[in-house]
C-alpha cells in the first residue's frame, strides 16, 4: 500500500498496518517524514521524502493508493498517470478528507448534554480564512467536488460518506487545529495579530451561547466527522461498485476502529 501526502504518518499510513504486508508512506514534506520516522513503530511501514510525481515503487507492484486529505494538493494529471503505472491491475485509489460537520451538543462538565445544531465546518472555514490556508484546503471543506470533478479515469465512483461521531473538549479540539501547517506558518509570521485559534473559540462559544469565562478544557462537544471519500480503480472493472464496496472494507474499518 502506498500513502501519499502521508504527513507525520499516524493518522493515515499507520491505521492500515493490520491489512498490508508493506506500506510506504511519502509526503513532500522534509520536517513530516523526519515526524513520521520518529513516530513509526510498525516494522512493515516505511516513510520516504519525495518531490514529484516520481513514485519509488516498481510498476504494476500496489495494491492500495490512499490520499488522505491530501489529494488537493496534488496536480491531478501527473497523479493519474504515476497511479496507473504503480498499481497492481484491479489496484485502487482511494481518496478521502475530513469534513466538519455538525456539533449536535455539548455539555459545561457536570451538567446535562444539550442540543444544539452548529454547523462547524463553516466555523473551520473561517479558521482558514484567517490563517491565510492554501486555497485548497476551501476544495477539501467542500466535500473535493473539484477534485472529483478533474478526474479523467472512468471508472471514478464516490462511495457512500463515512460518519464518525466524536466527544471532545474544546481544548482538545483546538489542539487538533493547532497542528494545522498553515496555522504554525502564520503564527511565526503574524505574531501581532489576533491569534486566529480564539477566533475559532470565541465562534464556538457564541454560536452555543457559552459565557466567555468558563474553561475550554471543562466544555465538552459531541459533534461529527465526515469523511466523503472517492475512488478509482485500475484498470477497467465490470462492476465497479460491489469491487470497490469489497476492497474499501478495510478503508472503512481502519477509520472507525
Ligand atoms: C492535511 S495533511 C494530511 C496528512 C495525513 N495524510 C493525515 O491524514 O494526517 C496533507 C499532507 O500532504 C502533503 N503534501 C502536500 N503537497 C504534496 C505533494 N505534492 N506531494 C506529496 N505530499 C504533499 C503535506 O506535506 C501534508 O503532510
Not at 495494491?63 to 498499481?87: G, N, P, Q
Not at 461529527?224 to 478509482?232: A, N, Q, S, T
Request: hydrophobic share 35%; charged share 25%; aromatic share 10%.
Amino acid at each position: 500500500m502506498l500513502d501519499v501526502g502521508c504527513g507525520s504518518g499516524t493518522l493515515s499510513t499507520q491505521t492500515f498496518t493490520s491489512y498490508f504486508e508493506s506500506i510506504l508512506g511519502i509526503d513532500i514534506s522534509e520536517a513530516k517524514i523526519e515526524e513520521a520516522k520518529r513516530l513509526n513503530k510498525c516494522g512493515n511501514v516505511v516513510f520516504e521524502l519525495i518531490d514529484g510525481y516520481d513514485f519509488p515503487v516498481e510498476d504494476n507492484s500496489v495494491d492500495l493508493i490512499t490520499f488522505a486529505t491530501s489529494i488537493h494538493f496534488l496536480d491531478l494529471k501527473l497523479l493519474e498517470k504515476e497511479c496507473e503505472r504503480v498499481l497492481k491491475p484491479g489496484g485502487c485509489c482511494a481518496a478521502y478528507a475530513i469534513n466538519w460537520g455538525d456539533i449536535t451538543g455539548f455539555s459545561v462538565e457536570g451538567t446535562d448534554w444539550r442540543q444544539n445544531r452548529v454547523l462547524l465546518n463553516l466555523i473551520v472555514e473561517d479558521f482558514y480564512v484567517n490563517i491565510k490556508a492554501h486555497p485548497n484546503n476551501f476544495a477539501a471543506l467542500r466535500r473535493n467536488q473539484q477534485v472529483y470533478d478533474q478526474i479523467q479515469n472512468s471508472s471514478k465512483i464516490k462511495l457512500q460518506e463515512m460518519v464518525r461521531e466524536r466527544e471532545m473538549t474544546l481544548r482538545q479540539l483546538k489542539n487538533v487545529f493547532s497542528t494545522v501547517g498553515d496555522y504554525v506558518v502564520f503564527m511565526k509570521q503574524e505574531k501581532s495579530t489576533t491569534d486566529p485559534l480564539e477566533i475559532f473559540d470565541k465562534e464556538i462559544r457564541q454560536a452555543l451561547k457559552l459565557e466567555n469565562d468558563l474553561s475550554d478544557e471543562h466544555i465538552i462537544l459531541k459533534f461529527k466527522e465526515v469523511f466523503p471519500i472517492f475512488v478509482f480503480t485500475k484498470p477497467k472493472v465490470q462492476n465497479p461498485t460491489k469491487f470497490y464496496e469489497r476492497n474499501c472494507i478495510y478503508l472503512r474499518k481502519s477509520l472507525y476502529d
